[in-house]
């Protein structure tokens, strides 16, 4: 029965995507070139030898026993060629062990192979979430005996070495690159160089900054000679991101592939991106014009239409110029119909007041059929004796050969053309998602299959439209289903599926949510010493719940916690917010009643950037004020809290404020919460393990605030403190999902004053542990800033507290303080109005000539010290000089006391 769409034209199209892919330069070989593991002998004494499993791993230095059980896990799945969850907390050397336990065992396998009548050419490929990941991956893979033939696959973008092109991005700077390599006009292009250098370095580890080191060194172009080491490889390093994109697989052969996928805890989310799209209105109308310019040359330049024709002809499809002016006639019409879409009334305002829009995701195919149509002949495009008569409209029949027909005139044009076409290759590759859903949807129909089945492709789309307050309208197909793109790769008969990170846990969700068999799970403890490395205090007052986020008095009360605790926490500290827009309320307010120079007083303050782009100098910054103190402040998600390393004195203590819940007011996680209850409550799959709404939503919160807290121990010799400043962390459905090996450090926040003197403790007790000397300046050190600046009453009364809180045994010269500095803790006030003291508690202030003693009282409000409450023309001190914050954080008053 022939189909609707013709599928050997789709077939065709998908051939025309890998060409476009893979480039004509690379050249991928197909052949099976089983070679053995190189090891390096010179070094192979001075490891450790261990047999795990009948299988020999070197290992750079005797393991630690969760190393072992480790690497027992990895060679006992690929032994049983099983998919594994492998949990193993920051610290605890898993990429070391990984790539030790994967290669031994692809080295053994080798030599089985090399003896088979049908040896499989089973590779790895490792994948990590940011090439800065991976470049710790190519540091810790030098640390091994193993030299596997290797490539660090990555874009034009990050390896492009060309400085006339430095600055050209995206495809602008991928058709440039085609261009200039096609006319040998790339001094950094050298086929026969390339092969020779790949073969004669195969099995040179790279980061992505050594490789362009190297290929400026050696004047070849560092993308393509990653490519030309792609064919031969035994190890694959490459961002995740990549794996998960549907065009990727088109480019790598993964069949028999171990896929390893590092840093695994977001491996979700990015499954799900990866099989999302989406186009703006913006873009389809610039792409009319991109296809107007591209006629234009076609027409005037013949050479351009020779070739574009010798192409179609091979694809055996029209090359009437015509079929061209009439997709761009499609764009037209459809781009027209979305402008009148944006006054459609079912649009919903959001609380950011742009608006929006969800429908079936099956619609989308009727919205292109229906409005891609000149229905009246405007354009006087088509005739009844046209081949195509795409002006008629893109529908099952033609939509095959409207792809062929793009992608053809983008491969061309873009070789040839010195017009950029990158609007016009969005449309082209939003038209071909749409095209994979369809037929997807038409083979199911054929098969007799349910189309309202949760499991046809369509019914895991949700289709979006936002409309933003500039007007802008935004076309989004929205993935909900992570198991779609791994079981893509599934399909593509891979060896085994590896996830490892240190916060999978809860284990059973990756089942639920991925549909795949994990046979061998682990979850293992750390290497530290909990007793003497790490504590964890749960606070039970705060709650910085959405509706509880205006609270001053909450606010103000942390900032006095973290001013007390942040004078005896030595080096860098992280507080950790669980929004931006909270972490930007925690600013305004601290900014307003001057609490932020205070802290900058004791630690320089820095602030997470929303753009990326500025990280790096804010880092940078942070790195260089640690040692003397720095406070970072920073969001979940962020890549504070997960993408940089901070160890030893870049993080002694972390702040966690608020359970990071993604928001609710989220469109996407809505229809996303949506279709989980949808498929929990559907008969259909009933005996598949299934995940609650609710219970996902939580593990979102607990995925986030393991991550964070993963940041204060790196290593065995790291210690810190973690400072759970939620009450919502005590929650029983919280607290089980952190970290198993986190769990027996927690402890409850009983009072200020105990929180302080443990805090003290354990930082006194690591002396032994580190260097005494940095320790024991660090106090000194902040307290001398806080002289510099001559804040003379909060300068004085925390030279007290200094002292106060330091061990007797440190520099008993130091804690010596007279009677008369003890007397000049009184500082003279003179016509100041009090503020927020009760009646009964103040005293006639008639005298010009008075002093103020700090004394405890309870039940003083923080939230009314700001500018507005203090009459600022009867003052003759400034109201920074009088806040004065005990370390004991309790309420505050002054009362005022004659001079005798």
């Known amino acids: 029965m022939k189909t609707p769409f013709g599928i050997q034209q789709y077939f065709a199209i998908k051939q025309i995507q890998h060409q476009q892919l893979l480039d004509e330069e690379s050249e991928y070989s197909k052949r099976i070139i089983i070679k053995e593991i190189e090891i390096d002998s010179n070094i192979c004494k001075k490891q450790v030898q261990l047999m795990l499993d009948n299988t020999p791993v070197y290992f750079p230095h005797q393991p630690y026993e969760v190393q072992k059980i480790y690497m027992e896990s990895v060679i006992k799945a690929l032994n049983k060629k099983q998919n594994a969850l492998l949990e193993s907390p920051t610290g605890t050397g898993k990429t070391l062990s990984l790539l030790c336990a994967s290669l031994a065992w692809l080295k053994k396998n080798r030599q089985d192979q090399l003896n088979s009548d049908q040896p499989k050419n089973i590779k790895i490929i490792y994948s990590s979430r940011t090439h800065a990941q991976l470049k710790q991956v190519a540091m810790e893979l030098k640390k091994t005996i193993y030299k596997p033939n290797i490539s660090m696959l990555g874009s034009r973008d990050q390896y492009c070495i060309r400085g006339d092109f430095n600055m050209l991005k995206g495809t602008m700077l991928n058709q440039s690159c085609r261009k200039s390599v096609k006319a040998n006009q790339c001094q950094f292009y050298k086929k026969e160089h390339l092969i020779v250098m790949a073969q004669s370095y195969s099995t040179l580890i790279n980061s992505l900054e050594e490789a362009k080191q190297f290929g400026q060194k050696n004047k070849l172009c560092p993308y393509y000679f990653e490519r030309q080491r792609l064919d031969f490889a035994d190890l694959i390093l490459l961002p995740y991101n990549y794996l998960l994109e549907k065009d ?113 995701a099956r619609q989308i195919q009727f919205m292109i059929f229906e409005n891609t149509q000149d229905k009246d002949n405007t354009f006087q495009l088509w005739s009844e004796n046209s081949q195509t008569n795409y002006a008629k409209g893109v529908n099952k029949t033609n939509f095959a050969q409207y792809l062929i027909h793009c ?130 205090f749960q606070h039970k007052i705060f709650d910085f719940q959405y509706n509880q986020r205006n609270n001053e008095e909450q606010i103000c009360r942390f900032g006095v916690t973290l001013l007390s605790l942040c004078q005896i926490i030595p080096n860098g500290i992280l507080v950790i917010f669980s929004s931006y827009s909270l972490m930007n309320k925690f600013r305004s307010k601290w900014t307003y009643n001057k609490l932020i120079p205070r802290l900058s007083e004791i630690k320089a303050c820095l602030w997470e950037p929303q753009q990326s782009s500025e990280m790096q100098n804010v880092f940078d910054t942070y790195k260089l004020k640690a040692k003397k103190g720095a406070i970072m402040f920073a969001v979940h998600r962020g890549k504070v ?102 769990q027996p450090a927690i402890q409850p926040w009983i009072n200020d004053d105990e929180i302080i003197k443990q805090t003290k403790d354990f930082f006194l007790n690591r002396k032994n542990q580190i260097n005494e000397k940095e320790y024991i300046e660090q106090i000194p050190i902040q307290e001398q800033e806080v002289k510099k600046r001559k804040l003379e009453f909060f300068g004085l009364q925390n030279k007290y507290e200094f002292e106060k809180l330091k061990d007797e045994t440190f520099d008993r010269m130091k804690q010596q303080i007279n009677e008369q500095q003890n007397q000049n803790e009184y500082i003279n006030l003179k016509n100041y109005q009090m503020i927020n003291i009760p009646q009964d508690k103040q005293l006639n202030n008639t005298n010009s000539d008075k002093q103020c003693e700090i004394v405890n009282y309870q039940n003083s409000n923080f939230s009314n010290l700001d500018h507005s409450h203090i009459q600022q023309k009867q003052q003759k001190m400034d109201f920074d000089n009088i806040f004065q914050i005990e370390s004991n954080k309790k309420k505050l008053c002054i009362k005022l006391k004659n001079k005798k």
């Open 641 to 742: 809290a997960e993408g940089i390393d901070f160890s030893d004195e870049l993080c002694r203590a972390i702040f966690l404020v608020g359970v990071p819940y993604p928001p609710k007011q989220d469109n996407h996680l809505l229809q996303k919460m949506n279709y989980l209850d949808k498929l929990f409550s559907d008969p259909e799959f009933k005996h598949q393990q299934r995940i609650r709404s609710s219970e996902w939503y939580i593990q979102q919160a607990i995925r986030a605030t393991n991550q964070a807290m993963g940041r204060v121990i790196r290593h065995i010799n790291d210690y810190g403190i973690v400072y759970l400043c939620d009450k919502r962390f005590e929650q029983k459905d919280i607290k089980q999902g952190l970290s198993k090996w986190l």
């Open 248 to 360: 990727f697989l088109d480019v790598v052969q993964i069949e028999n592939s171990i896929l390893i996928f590092d840093e695994a805890h977001n491996v979700q989310s990015t499954a799900e991106d990866g099989s999302s799209f989406l186009i703006t209105h913006n873009h389809i109308v610039e792409a009319v014009k991109d296809l107007e310019k591209w006629i234009d040359e076609l027409e005037s330049v013949t050479v351009f239409y020779d070739q574009l024709k010798t192409k179609l002809n091979s694809a055996k499809v029209s090359s009437d110029l015509n079929e061209f002016k009439s997709i761009m006639i499609t764009i037209k019409i459809f781009a027209q119909y979305l402008e009148s879409f944006k006054n459609n009334q079912q649009f919903i305002i959001t609380d950011k007041e742009d608006k929006y829009l969800i429908l079936d």
């Open 407 to 536: 992608s053809t005139l983008i491969e061309v044009m873009g070789e040839l053309s010195q017009i950029p076409g990158y609007h016009f290759e969005s449309w082209v590759k939003f038209m071909k998602n749409v095209y994979d859903l369809i037929i997807v949807e038409d083979e199911r129909e054929k098969q007799k299959l349910s189309l309202d089945s949760l499991q046809n492709e369509f019914n895991q789309y949700k289709l979006s439209f936002i409309l933003d307050q500039s007007n802008q309208l935004s076309i989004n197909m929205w993935c909900l289903e992570p198991s779609l793109a791994f079981s893509r790769l599934f399909n593509k008969n891979i060896y085994s599926i590896m996830l490892t990170s240190g916060t999978l846990s809860p284990m059973p969700s990756w089942v639920c949510e991925l549909r795949l068999p994990f046979d061998v799970q682990l979850s293992n403890e750390h290497i530290i010493d909990l007793n003497k490395n790490l504590r964890v």
